[in-house]
């Protein structure tokens, strides 16, 4: 729905003061990084589409070119780490053609290929992000008359992060099945993070034609530069001429998920925040393999429901836990960083939290969900009642109003979603004869009140006695 609602229905919750989209908090987007030429906005729906769309070229080639002095009878291995992947006997009939050729027939890799040639032995990675630095590759050619080593001739060019970066949403079982994707040439910064997602809620649609709309932003940040810290708390705070990270979703009314690879950048940026963040969640996930834990995360909760429930405690299939000590776990729930860890041979989130240890995920898309669904319920009625005619102003029509928050929060209390505790609701509305000459001249409806209590969820059990008695 047009973000302009805000101008006929002004529903605010507790910290909202900003103008918002009714939108679903079932949706996601992912801001990565493509050297991609062109690449577009765009909404994806498997792994394959997001690979296909940003991902470019890459060739990472090296090469083993063996010198001869005297051949003689023996074997000469290829190996990457402690797997053999080729070899080759000689003997003193052996040449330089006649060993590689030999190699590149024996040659045997699930990440790379080998062509010979008279003098050499090519080896290319065959998938884009498949390492191809010469020190993972070792020759053994003692007593053959043969030597040299594979060196690296071409790095090619990194994958792009968008593609990994989305690899856990689309991995998890219980992933929505939809994903803006937003690519940028480098990491955001101050000067660009708003104007980046502000150009994506602007689209509407894509080039296919599907609407692009999202509530959860995902970013990731990969470095162990502590040199970086500063820039990133400046991203997420914005400075007197830019609108950061954390204001730019108070505003829009989003929810950003900020994750980081490296735990002394991720503790360096949250000690260093002039304030704790309420729209912003930080993760922390080492994996060597890129998986993310914040896109799991949000794909497990927008495939099920993010507002019922917790954001903790929540077993993922796609990321590993990360080895945590009980000091870094303190740590971590002290700074309100969320992370993977296993406990008593379970693997969980902890601790569902944003940038404060004292506000949870859940509680903040809960309000946000009231929000939306009472403005677009108000809305509607607007539009609906007495057959289209419209509400009337008198005591009849005011009640149809509070009618319509009641009903949002009967739905928000029901079992299928337990947003909202049992019996802590109240709605009220003005008399019409109490209401000013001033509002009823321009047909506004002043004074709908509403109160309610947030359905927590129990995360720690502190102390639970267990006496003997006779």
Not at 216 to 221: A, D, G, T, Y
Not at 289 to 317: E, I, M
């Amino acid at each position: 729905m047009d973000r302009l609602i805000d101008e006929i229905v002004k529903v605010s919750v507790s910290d909202a003061i900003a103008a918002a989209t009714p939108t679903s908090v079932n949706t996601a987007a992912v801001l990565g990084v493509t050297t991609k030429p062109q690449a577009k906005t765009q909404v994806l729906y498997d792994q394959a589409s997001v690979a296909a769309a940003y991902e470019t070229g890459v060739d990472r080639v090296l090469e083993y070119a063996p010198t001869l002095t005297t051949a003689d009878n023996g074997t000469v291995t290829i190996k990457i780490g402690e797997e053999t992947v080729a070899s080759a006997a000689t003997d003193v009939s052996s040449t330089v053609e006649s060993l590689v050729s030999a190699l590149a027939k024996s040659f045997e890799s699930g990440d790379y290929t080998a062509v010979a040639s008279a003098t050499k032995l090519t080896i290319t990675a065959k998938k884009m992000g498949t390492a191809a630095n010469s020190d993972i590759f070792s020759v053994t050619s003692s007593g053959t008359g043969f030597s040299g080593s594979v060196s690296q001739t071409t790095a090619g060019v990194e994958p792009a992060s968008i593609v990994s970066d989305t690899k856990s949403f689309f991995l998890e079982a219980d992933n929505p099945g939809r994903l803006v994707c937003i690519p940028v040439a480098a990491d955001p910064t101050v000067a660009n993070i708003a104007s980046v997602l502000d150009a994506a809620l602007g689209m509407g649609k894509d080039a296919n034609g599907r609407d692009v709309d999202f509530y959860n932003v995902i970013l990731r940040i990969d470095t162990s530069d502590a040199d970086d810290v500063a820039n990133i708390i400046e991203m997420i705070e914005g400075d007197a001429s830019h609108t950061g990270l954390e204001d730019w979703c108070k505003e829009n009314f989003r929810l950003a998920h900020l994750e980081f690879t490296n735990r002394t950048v991720a503790q360096g940026v949250i000690d260093g925040l002039a304030k704790p963040t309420t729209r912003i969640a930080y993760y922390f996930h080492s994996e060597s393999t890129g998986k993310s834990l914040a896109a799991a995360l949000v794909a497990d909760r927008c495939g099920n429901d993010p507002a019922r429930g917790t954001w903790a405690h929540k077993t993922l299939g796609s990321v590993v836990a990360d080895a945590t000590t009980k000091a870094q776990l303190v740590d971590a729930q002290d700074k309100g960083l969320n992370v993977y860890v296993k406990i008593a041979g379970l693997e969980r989130t902890y601790m569902g939290t944003t940038g404060s240890n004292k506000t949870f995920i859940d509680e903040v898309v809960k309000k946000d969900w009231l929000k939306f669904r009472t403005q677009e319920a108000i809305f509607n009625l607007l539009g609906q009642a007495n057959n289209g005619d419209g509400v009337d102003y008198n005591d009849n029509g005011i009640q149809a109003v509070a009618a319509a928050v009641t009903s949002i929060f009967n739905t928000a209390m029901d079992n299928d979603h337990r947003y909202v505790l049992p019996d802590s609701t109240d709605v009220t509305v003005p008399k019409y004869a109490d209401i000013s000459a001033e509002d009823k001249a321009v047909r506004n409806l002043p004074d709908v009140k509403a109160t309610f209590s947030i359905q927590a969820s129990i995360h720690t059990v502190k102390t639970v006695e267990l006496q003997v008695v006779a």
